[in-house]
């Protein structure tokens, strides 16, 4: 078990340029979660999937973002005409979606630099 | 978010025990997960609380008041390796989303 995979694990693009970021989550896990790190804000939930449905975006930014998961064994996390203020380490989890005890294991990060 | 609360730092001795304070919003809670992270790693489950008490995992432990919407982890006979941060992390009923405080930075002294 390879645990979740995140790429690229360092970004740097230039003020309004397009970022992609990948995640494949643990297999069997049906559902996924992308959060957002950063000293001053935390970790912030951005987005779930449960079995490849987007279920819950209460946390992305209305504007520049946009998450998908076109199969159950990757999703995506865009963000376009990228601003400095979107530099952060975007976490990816993913968990088996369970009542009760629902463990979510979390990815090593992208972490994205906007200059 | 969700009003979850922890304190920014902490420092304890090699030996010794420390405990990690958490304290939350109570309207809707429906569990709540301590995870480690060191720098520049991704955080690592510890543990899941969802009933009032003490639950005993030998070097960490965890306790719950949902009533005060209070949360401890404790860690006993500190090595220098736990030096790491320590992230509360409280379930709301919309699906299972996790709410985390800003982490507690501990560091365990020689």
């Known amino acids: 078990n390879a645990g979740v995979i995140q790429t690229p694990r360092h970004k740097v693009t230039g003020k309004g340029q397009e970022a992609t970021l990948w995640c494949e989550p643990i297999?069997?896990?049906?559902?996924v979660f992308w959060y957002r790190q950063t000293i001053v804000q935390g970790l912030e939930f951005l987005t779930y999937?449960?079995?490849?449905?987007?279920?819950?975006d209460s946390g992305m930014p209305k504007e520049r973002f946009s998450a998908q998961m076109p199969n159950q064994s990757h999703s995506t996390l865009k963000i376009q005409s990228t601003q400095p203020q979107d530099s952060a380490v975007y976490l990816c989890a993913s968990s088996l979606d369970e009542t009760g005890e629902d463990t979510q294991y979390f990815g090593p990060g992208t972490r994205l630099l906007v200059l | 978010g969700q009003g979850v609360e922890q304190p920014d730092n902490l420092m304890s001795v090699e030996g010794t025990f420390a405990r990690v304070n958490c304290t939350y919003s109570?309207?809707?809670?429906?569990?709540l997960s301590w995870y480690q992270q060191r720098e520049g790693h991704a955080p690592v489950f510890l543990s899941y609380?969802?009933?009032?008490g003490l639950k005993d995992s030998g070097h960490f432990s965890t306790f719950l008041s949902r009533s005060n919407g209070y949360s401890y982890l404790l860690l006993t006979e500190l090595q220098i390796k736990d030096s790491a941060s320590y992230l509360c992390?409280?379930?709301?009923?919309?699906?299972?989303?996790?709410?985390f405080g800003s982490g507690t930075k501990l560091t365990v002294e020689p």
């Open positions: 992390a409280v379930r709301w009923p919309n699906y299972n989303v996790l709410y």
């Open positions: 999937f449960r079995n490849q449905a987007p279920i819950d």
């Open positions: 297999s069997g896990h049906s559902a």
């Open positions: 109570t309207s809707g809670f429906n569990g």
């Open positions: 609380v969802v009933l009032d």
